[in-house]
C-alpha cells in the first residue's frame, strides 16, 4: 500500500512477533508514527486498526523489535493513549518486503474512542496562512486534532463510519490522507474547501444578509461583527449548538440571560487568546497549561480584581470566570478580530441538552439567537464542554466531557477479570459507566434526568455506547433511590435482559467511585470515607448526604453523620433555601426561643412572613418534610440565614457557591481559632451514632448577624469551623477503628460539597496535618458525575466474591 523510506535488510537471525496495542490507537496518527520508525530501524512487516486496537506483525532481530517497543512507547503520538502492548512470538505467513500500513479490519469491538481535541498549532497556522490552501477553512483538522467522539457512528474509526462518510475526498485530500510521511495520514474527517463541508451564515427569520456591510472575508468572520455589533449568534459547533454573544455588552448579556430562561446561573467565556484572558482573569501556569491543552476545557479563574467591563450579568454574585480557548477553526476564525470575551454557553433553554440539528436548533432557539452561524457537517452526538478547576496544586474535573470522555480509566488490580458491568448512574448530572476487560469507559455528561429532553438523550447515549462498543453486559448496576429515572431503566433491563442487578449505596457509590479513581486494589483495607453532598437515599430508607463510613468495594459502615434536619417541602427546600434555615432553626431552638432572642433581626421578619402554621404542622406530622443528614442543605440554611440565595436558588448548590465566593480571605487566613464557629460531636438517640451538631454554630453565627458583621467575616468563620470538625469526627472514628500497632487508615474525600474550594484545601489540610493520606479526586468528578464509576466496581466486586 505505502512505500517504504528504505528497504529493509535480510537478516538470517530475525525473529517474527505479533504485537498488539490496546488504548487510544486509531485516528491519532499511530499508525503512521509506528510505519516511520520500523523503516527507521530497517524492519519488515504490517501494521494495520481492527476492533481491538492496532495490529503490528514484524520481522526483525530481538534487539529491533525490543527497540520498536520502546520507542512506539515513548514516541506515540499526543493524542494517543497506550494501555497495553502484547508481544507474542511466532507466524506462519511470509514477511513481506518492507513494512506497510494495512486497511482496517473489522470484528468484535474493543478498541477505545479517542476524545474531540482541540485544533492544534500546526493547523492553526494553516488557516491564519494566505498562501495555504486551507486559509480560513473552518474544517480543518489533522491526526492530531479535531472530532473524534463527535463523529463516530461506529467502530473502527474509519470514516466511512463517520458522519464525513459523505463527503468524498478531493485528489489534494486523498493525496495527504494517503501519504504516511503527512500529518494527515488517515486523519478521518480531513477536508478542505474543494471536498469538506462549508459553513454558512442565516438570519432566525429567514430574512437576507448583507455582507458587505459585515465583512470582505466570509460569513465566520461576518458573525463576528454581529457580536461586535451586541447581537446574539447561534453557533453549530463540535458538539451542539452554542449561544454567544459580547461579554462587555450588559444589554446583549442581560437578553441572552432571560430568553435562555438562566436566572443567574454563570456563563462560560471564551476568548481569542491567552493575552485577552489576562485581561479579566488571573491565571496560573498550571490553569493556562489546561487552557491550551488538547482537550481546552472551560477553566474556573479568579477573576481581576480590576476587572475591565465585563457584564455583570455574566457570573451574577461571584468572582470566578470560567473562560475557555477556541477549540475548533471555525471559533479561531469567527475571534480573529475580537478583542473581548464572548459568552459561549450552550445552546438550549435552561437545562435542557443542547441541540445538535439545525431543525431542533431553530425550533428551540429561534426565539433566542438572532443570527444562526450553520454548517452541513452531522453532529453524531451532542458532547458539552468540560469544566475543570485548579484546587489544592491540582486539576480536578468538575465536569467530565469535550476532551476528555470516553478516554477510559484503568481499574485497580484485583478488577483484571471483572464482568462486563453497565452501570446507569445517578438523577443528577448523569453519566453512565461500561466496564470491560480492566477499564472503565464513562460516558461524557449528560445531564439532570429529571429534564425530560435529557432523559431521552440519555436513552440515546446508552444505546449509542453500547452499539459502539458492541457491549453485552454481564451485570447491571444502579442507585438505590427507587425513583430515579436511571434505577428504573436499570431494573426494567435487568428483568428484560434476565440480568442481575447489584444496587448501590449512593454515597458508598461516591467513596468507591474515588478509590477506583486512585487504583485502590480490590482486596485493600477499608478507607475511612467522608461523602458530602445534597441528599441521597440511605441504607435505612431515609435521606442521607453529609456520611463518615469504613468502606471497602463490597460494602460499608455507617460511623458518624450530620444532624438529620428536615427538608421541609421536599424537593422545595433545594430550590428555596429559606426553608432548611427555619427546619435547622427549629430543630436546634424552635420558634418562642428564636423570637425572644432574635426577633429584631431581619431574617426573624422573613422567616414570620412565611406560612409558618402550615410548616410547623408539616414538621410536627412529618408530612413533606423528610429528615435528612445533608451538608449541603446545611450550606443552604447557612447562606439563606446571611441573606445569600435566601428566597431562590436559580441553580444548584447557588447558596454553597455564593457563600464560598463570600468568604474573607484575611480573616480566612489570620483570624483567631477561638472565633470558628463550633460544633459538637454528641451521639444520636437511639443509633448511638456520633453526629455533626450546629447547635452552637448557629448561635454564634446569629451573634454575628446581631452584631452586623459582614457576610464575609460570617462565611470565613462557617467554612473553618465546618472544615475543624470534619476533621476533628475523622480523628475520633480514626482512633476507634485502628489499633495502636495500626496505621492510619487512608480518608477519602468525594461528594459535591467538596467541589467547594475553601472547604476541601482546610479539610485536606487539617487532615494531612494529623498524617492521614488522603484521596481525592481529579480525573473523575467529585460530584454525581462520577457516580456510576462508584457503582460499577462496587457491583464488579460483589460479582467477583460471588464467583
Known sequence: MNAPLQRAPVDLEQIAERIRVRGIVQGVGFRPTVWRIANDLGLRGTIMNDSEGVLISVWGSAELLNTLVERIRTEAPPLARIEAIERNAGMTETAPDDFRILTSRAGMALTQVAPDAATCPACVAEIFDPFGRRFRYPFTNCTHCGPRLSIIQHIPYDRSNTSMADFAMCPSCAAEYANPADRRFHAQPIACYVCGPR??????????????????????????????????????????????????????????????????????????????????AQVSEQEAALLISAAAPIVLLQSQTSTPAISAHVAPGIHTLGFMLPNTPLHHLMLRRMERPIVMTSGNLSD?????????????????????????????????????????????????????????????????????????????????????????????????????????????????????????????????????????????????????????????AHIAACMAENGVPLNAAPVLGIALDGIGYGADGILWGGEFMLADYHDFQRLGTFKPVALLGGDAAAREPWRNTYAHLMAEMGWPAFAMNYSELG?????????????????????????????????????????????????????????????????????????????????????????????????????????????????????????????????????????????????????????????????????????????????????????????????????????
Not at 435487568?494 to 444496587?503: A, D, Q, R, W, Y
Open 603 to 803: 431574617l426573624f421578619s422573613f422567616l414570620d412572613k412565611q406560612p409558618r402554621t402550615l410548616l410547623d404542622g408539616m414538621l410536627e406530622k412529618a408530612i413533606n418534610a423528610p429528615l435528612a443528614s445533608s451538608c449541603g442543605r446545611l450550606f443552604d440554611a447557612v447562606a439563606a440565614a446571611i441573606g445569600l440565595a435566601r428566597e431562590h436558588a436559580y441553580y444548584e448548590g447557588q447558596g454553597a457557591v455564593e457563600l464560598e465566593v463570600a468568604v474573607d480571605r484575611d480573616c480566612l487566613e489570620q483570624e483567631d481559632a477561638t472565633l470558628d464557629y463550633p460544633f459538637a460531636i454528641p451521639l444520636l438517640p437511639g443509633s448511638k451514632l456520633p453526629y455533626i451538631e450546629p447547635l452552637a454554630m448557629w448561635q454564634a453565627l446569629l451573634g454575628d448577624i446581631i452584631l452586623d458583621t459582614p457576610v464575609g467575616i460570617m462565611s470565613a468563620r462557617f467554612h473553618r469551623g465546618l472544615a475543624k470538625v470534619i476533621v476533628k469526627m475523622v480523628d475520633k472514628l480514626a482512633s476507634r477503628i485502628s489499633k495502636d500497632d495500626e496505621p492510619l487508615p487512608q480518608v477519602a474525600l468525594s461528594g459535591g460539597v467538596f467541589q467547594n474550594r475553601i472547604l476541601f484545601e482546610l479539610v485536606l489540610s487539617g487532615l494531612q496535618a494529623k498524617g492521614f493520606s488522603v484521596l481525592t479526586h481529579s480525573q473523575v468528578p467529585c460530584n454525581d458525575g462520577g457516580l456510576a464509576l462508584g457503582q460499577a466496581v462496587i457491583a464488579a466486586a460483589r460479582w467477583l466474591k460471588q464467583k
Open 352 to 508: 435542557e441538552p443542547q441541540a445538535i440539528t439545525a431543525e431542533d436548533a431553530r425550533e428551540r432557539l429561534g426565539q433566542i439567537a438572532e443570527y444562526f452561524l450553520e454548517h452541513n457537517r452531522p453532529i453524531a452526538r451532542r458532547v458539552d464542554d468540560s469544566v475543570v478547576r485548579v484546587v489544592a496544586g491540582q486539576t480536578r474535573l468538575l465536569r467530565r466531557a469535550r476532551g476528555y470522555a470516553p478516554a477510559p480509566l484503568s481499574l485497580p488490580p484485583g478488577f483484571e477479570h471483572a464482568p462486563r458491568a453497565l452501570a446507569y448512574g445517578s438523577e443528577l448530572k448523569n453519566t453512565f459507566c461500561l466496564l470491560r476487560d480492566g477499564m472503565a469507559i464513562l460516558s461524557p455528561h449528560i445531564g439532570d434526568l429529571q429534564d425530560a429532553l435529557t432523559l431521552d438523550d440519555y436513552h440515546k447515549a446508552l444505546a449509542d455506547f453500547r452499539d459502539f462498543y458492541e457491549f453485552e453486559p454481564q451485570l447491571l448496576a444502579c442507585d438505590l433511590h427507587p425513583d430515579y429515572a436511571a434505577t428504573q431503566l436499570a431494573r426494567a433491563q435487568s428483568e428484560k435482559l434476565n440480568l442481575p442487578l447489584e444496587m448501590s449505596q449512593h454515597h458508598h
Open 199 to 280: 459553513a454558512w451564515l442565516e438570519r432566525s427569520d429567514g430574512a437576507a444578509i448583507a455582507l458587505d456591510s459585515l465583512t470582505t472575508l466570509d460569513d465566520v468572520d461576518a458573525a463576528c461583527s454581529l457580536l461586535q455589533k451586541g447581537h446574539i449568534v447561534a453557533i453549530k459547533g463540535l458538539g451542539g449548538y452554542q449561544l454567544a454573544c459580547d461579554a462587555t455588552n450588559h444589554a446583549a448579556v442581560a437578553r441572552l440571560r432571560s430568553s435562555k430562561q438562566r436566572e443567574r446561573k454563570p456563563f462560560a467565556l471564551m476568548a481569542r487568546d491567552m493575552k485577552v484572558i489576562h485581561r479579566y
